[in-house]
């Protein structure tokens, strides 16, 4: 087993995953010096160093050992990683944690005018993506006989091209297959961000390293969406406001001893909170209501 007493991950050098896996390493403690060719980050405060790349040459470096992580769309690994298991028999690349960024999905679209009725309207069609190996699959698993054009990029463009009529491609927000005249139908994969592996049983200095990055992940992670909700109340309408908290709050009554009539009241909220559950608190009796950001949290 080779050994190693740096870890090594790899991110994308630009494009949509770039600045948020800086950022999310940021938060979770971890600075970097960048090399003058921009290709190399060195890790300052920890023994884990970047190699910034091309995100499809991301599952690869991990694979034939080069990087022991990845920052990559759930898309692009999953995509290698059937098409290691086509000519390899096996993959050992996996996912280890989600990241909760870069969300889209890899869908199936057809001209707007079509209407689309199942899988079985692909039967003998031509149709273009970039992601053969999962699209292959999800023809197989549908019993689905159609022809993959593959192509790089800008695959929406392949039916005005006359190379396809249909696509398989990421969508997110839908504008670009509007911009085409296309509309999405079958979703074959619910992609984001993803930390890749392939194997994380270090015997050496790496192994203490991995398992600070994976508990500040989790901590990260667990408060993304987490709220720290502050607020004034007069104690007659305390059991209201409860009423009025969300359902998964977790909130602790703050009293001063001089006033005991007005309370402060503090809520950990975990779903993202909006403007009519501020309102209906405000109608409940609360006053002064502040929404915090949780930027970490040590359980
Ligand atoms: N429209 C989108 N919205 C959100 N995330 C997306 C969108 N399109 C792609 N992604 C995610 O971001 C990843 C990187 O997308 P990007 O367009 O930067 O890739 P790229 O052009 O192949 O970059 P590279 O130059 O590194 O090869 C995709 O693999 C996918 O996981
Ligand atoms: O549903 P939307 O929000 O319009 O996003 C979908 C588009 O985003 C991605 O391309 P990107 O913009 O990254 O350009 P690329 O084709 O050069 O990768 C993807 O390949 C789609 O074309
Ligand atoms: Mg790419």
């Not at 192994?207 to 987490?226: C, Q, S």
Request: hydrophobic share 45%; net charge negative; glycine share 6%.
């Amino acid at each position: 087993m080779k050994t190693r007493d740096r870890l090594r991950i790899a991110v994308q050098k630009s494009g949509r995953l770039a600045d948020a896996s800086q950022q999310l390493l940021a938060q979770c403690g971890f600075r970097f010096r960048q090399s003058r060719d921009k290709l190399f980050c060195f890790g300052e405060t920890h023994a884990v160093d970047l190699l910034l790349v091309r995100d499809d040459d991301i599952p690869g470096l991990i694979a034939e050992g080069t990087c022991d992580l990845g920052f990559v769309g759930r898309n692009v690994l999953a995509e290698q990683r059937l098409a290691q298991v086509a000519e390899a028999g096996s993959s050992a690349l996996c996912e280890v944690r989600a990241l909760g960024f870069g969300g889209c999905r890899l869908a199936i679209a057809v001209p707007q005018e079509e209407p689309w009725v199942g899988p079985e309207q692909l039967q003998g069609r031509k149709i273009a993506t970039s992601y053969p190996a999962l699209l292959a699959n999800y023809l197989r698993e549908n019993r689905v006989q159609a022809d993959i054009v593959v192509l790089s990029g800008s695959v929406e463009i392949a039916p005005k091209l006359g190379k396809a009529e249909v696509i398989c491609d990421l969508v997110s927000s839908g504008a670009t297959l509007a911009a085409n005249q296309l509309k999405e139908t079958a979703v074959i994969l619910k992609s984001e961000a993803v930390l890749a592996a392939a194997d994380l049983d270090f015997v050496d200095e790496r192994a203490p390293v991995l398992d600070l990055l994976l508990r500040r992940l989790d901590g990260v992670m667990a408060v993304r969406e987490t709220k720290l909700l502050l607020m004034q109340l007069a104690r007659a309408d305390l059991s209201e406001v409860k009423l009025a908290l969300p359902k998964d709050a977790m909130a602790s009554v703050l009293s001063s001893d001089e006033d005991r009539d007005e309370l402060c009241l503090q809520a950990v909220v975990r779903s993202a909170l909006d403007w009519a559950e501020l309102e209906r608190l405000k109608g409940a009796g609360a006053r002064n209501l502040m929404v915090l950001p949780v930027e970490r949290m040590l359980a």
